[in-house]
């Protein structure tokens, strides 16, 4: 049986009702409350508002035209986002910023063999049979955010993903890279990051395609007979050095308000996160043919890809396929939209909790990131409704709808930077981007924050019938495709949760302001990311047809905001965080050993972490039997993040300031864990390395001494 035969099977039997799995919860003792019984029922109300057609509603407005960030389009979105807030009781208001943003004039690319004869001409239109959104004038031509301008013609070299490890193979077996055009496949790292070592390297520009090894042909049926990427289909993004700082380029560490003087800015030309050579994206449709023609060896095992003929690394000395490319791009500073609704807290209306979610697309987004949107359109409808039966949360709730994420998380990292001295009190940032494309949910979070969302997923019926604990658990095991049953599995364990690395909009919550932060979404077969066709058609065929995953989001998404908002003691599950840090420094001290870096001194970081651990016990005993003052203790809950902040930053980034999580300078998107350490340890640097071990000795002092200034 097939995952979408099951997916329809279930739809006829299931949809347990929402108050079987509130009366469910209220009979459970939920951390975090001394009576869980007055929230359940609270619960209970808000689970029942989020509807599947409302959602499906919003999408469809939201997906209606193109709406590249600050463009007329991207207003619209803006202006329907806050009509919602305000209708839902929010209070409500559209926060501009100006920013330094491209937008593309011209592109293109010209390919020919060694012979001259002429290869390719493009980028080639996005194109299907059958579409009904691809020809929409207003979709912008295939392009990258942050690339530089440009015309350049030289020789091609293939670099397979464009990781670290591919550049270096290429320069062990002495292919000169100066001047040369790369030319490598999306995945393994991001892209920002392929255009930063490609630079490094002395290449003039690089080409990036979509391999249907990773997300066409070769995973299954390509759009319109499924869902994965066809020939035409390009993945546009920004190759902005997300992992040297995000936001606008211009102003990192200070928010870029219109009344910010320009001599408050960095000059475009000086900016320290966007590459100065060209990178354009391509289809394989336009790939193909300069991949054929490439000679030279053939390629080391690992990077060949599923077009039909042989991969080659290219052959230079005026030999090989030479391409032409042409990059005119139009830097302004340009106005962007950030909707921002909130209600004030009854008791402590200075701990906001924040859930938000980008708006922005680079073309309709339906997927990313508008399925995400759509989830907490309902989420507010849902709050909306407790509002006008009289509730009201504990602390400040704030709905945000961010603008310019795709070109470098602009708009939630320019509101962290104008609003950080005050979200030192933040209590948790909740996110959601990548909302729906199929039926998998998952979930990465801050360690302490990892128990409080599997306890809350027990709460929210799953469109298979059960809890969506259950499916998620399930899911995990590899049996979804096999088992009817809604009951657990059998070994009772949890399900397991990612890090927080990058790419979204919790990055300046964390990393910079240190708010304890979680990502929700729910996936599935995905091959049209950042392409024409994430789009409303190419939604309902093959993500969500009856827009019951995006209620399911909305009810998760939601419910985070709801529980945190009310909870007496805040939920935060510091031994757990304990234990995931003892780990990072035991595993990163035998990689130490591995690779020959040292000599290097662990022990006091290691102490620092026992000592963390035993105040997080006695936190732990507080918060479950808590007497006194209730503020109190919960100020040092929230502050013991915030002391994971080190002011200094890491090194040569420090506008990352964690000293536990941050994006890897060579991924770009997944975490890398106390990464001072382990980046000395990658650039066997003892110096460097033990600079850090201090560094993060003492931000877990600095911990445990706040978690334990409570007794």
């Not at 620092?608 to 006695?618: C, D, M, S």
Request: with cysteine; net charge negative; aromatic share 10%.
């Amino acid at each position: 049986m097939t995952g979408r035969k099951l997916y329809f099977s279930f739809l006829l039997i299931a949809f347990v009702p929402v108050m079987l799995s509130a009366q469910h919860v209220a009979q459970q003792t939920v951390f975090g409350y001394a009576d869980f019984s007055k929230e359940a029922g609270i619960e209970e109300k808000f689970l029942a508002v989020p509807d599947a057609k409302l959602a499906g509603r919003h999408l469809k407005t939201l997906t209606a035209e193109p709406h590249l960030a600050a463009s007329p389009e991207d207003r619209k979105t803006a202006d329907y986002v806050a009509q919602k807030f305000r209708a839902a009781g929010l209070e409500t208001e559209i926060v501009p910023y100006r920013v330094l943003l491209n937008q593309p004039i011209e592109v293109r690319v010209e390919a020919w063999n060694a012979a001259g004869k002429l290869l390719m001409k493009g980028p080639t239109r996005e194109h299907v049979e059958g579409d009904p959104f691809q020809d929409d004038p207003r979709v912008v031509m295939p392009f990258n955010g942050s690339s530089g301008s440009g015309d350049v013609t030289d020789e091609v070299v293939y670099a397979n993903y464009g990781r670290l490890e591919d550049f270096d193979y290429l320069a062990a077996e002495h292919v000169d890279l100066h001047g040369k055009i790369v030319l490598c496949r999306y995945g393994a790292n991001f892209r920002g990051v392929k255009v930063y070592i490609a630079e490094q390297r002395g290449a003039a520009g690089v080409l990036i395609y979509s391999d249907p090894q990773d997300d066409g042909y070769y995973k299954g049926d390509a759009y319109p007979n499924g869902p994965w990427r066809p020939e035409t289909g390009v993945q546009r993004g920004s190759v902005q050095f997300l992992f040297k700082y995000p936001g606008d380029p211009e102003t990192p560490g200070i928010a870029s308000t219109l009344d910010l003087p320009d001599s408050a800015r960095i000059p475009n030309e000086k900016t320290g996160n966007q590459p100065r050579i060209i990178s354009i994206p391509l289809s394989y449709h336009d790939a193909a043919p300069i991949l054929q023609s490439l000679r030279g060896p053939g390629v080391p095992q690992g990077w060949q890809g599923a077009l039909p003929f042989r991969y080659h690394l290219g052959q230079v000395g005026g030999e090989g396929v030479k391409v032409h490319l042409i990059s005119r791009q139009d830097y302004q500073r340009r106005i962007i939209w950030d909707v921002i609704g909130r209600v004030k807290g009854s008791e402590y209306p200075d701990e906001w909790v924040i859930a938000g979610n980008h708006r922005d697309a680079w073309v309709y987004g339906a997927v990313d990131p508008n399925s995400g949107t759509a989830a907490m359109l309902e989420s507010v409808h849902g709050i909306g409704v407790l509002l006008k039966q009289g509730w009201r949360p504990k602390r400040t709730l704030i709905f945000a709808s961010w603008d310019a994420e795709e070109e470098g998380l602009i708009g939630s990292t320019e509101w962290v930077e104008q609003y950080a001295k005050t979200l030192e009190r933040a209590v948790a940032y909740f996110n959601v981007d990548v909302g729906v494309s199929g039926p998998d949910f998952s979930a990465s979070a801050v360690p302490s924050l990892k128990q409080f969302l599997r306890e809350l997923t027990r709460s929210v019926p799953s469109p298979h019938g059960g809890t969506l604990s259950q499916q998620w658990r399930t899911s995990q095991t590899g049996e979804t495709e096999h088992r009817l049953s809604s009951a657990p599995p059998t070994n009772g364990e949890d399900a397991h949760l990612g890090d927080l690395g990058s790419g979204s909009d919790f990055t300046p919550f964390l990393q910079h302001v240190g708010v304890p932060s979680t990502d929700i979404g729910s996936g599935g077969p995905y091959g049209v990311y950042h392409s024409v066709f994430d789009n409303y058609a190419w939604f309902t065929q093959n993500a969500d047809p009856g827009f019951v995953y995006l209620q399911e989001m909305a009810r998760v998404f939601g419910l985070e905001a709801l529980r945190m908002a009310d909870s007496d003691v805040l939920p935060y599950d510091y031994v757990t965080y304990a234990r995931e840090i003892a780990g990072y420094i035991d595993a990163a001290k035998r990689r130490a050993v591995d690779e020959r870096v040292g000599p290097l001194d662990f022990a006091p970081a290691q102490a620092a972490a026992v000592r963390f651990a035993v105040a997080a016990e006695k936190a732990h005993e507080l918060q479950v039997a808590p007497s006194g003052d209730l503020a109190k203790l919960n100020l040092a809950l929230r502050q013991t993040e915030t002391a994971l902040i080190s002011d200094a930053g890491l090194p040569n980034r420090p506008w990352y300031k964690h000293t536990i999580y941050a994006p890897g300078e060579f991924t770009g998107y997944s975490a890398v864990v106390i990464p001072g350490v382990n980046e000395g340890i990658d650039a066997k640097d003892v110096n460097r390395t033990t600079r850090q071990l201090a560094v993060l000795t003492d931000a877990l002092d600095r911990a445990t001494r706040t978690l334990s200034s409570v007794r």
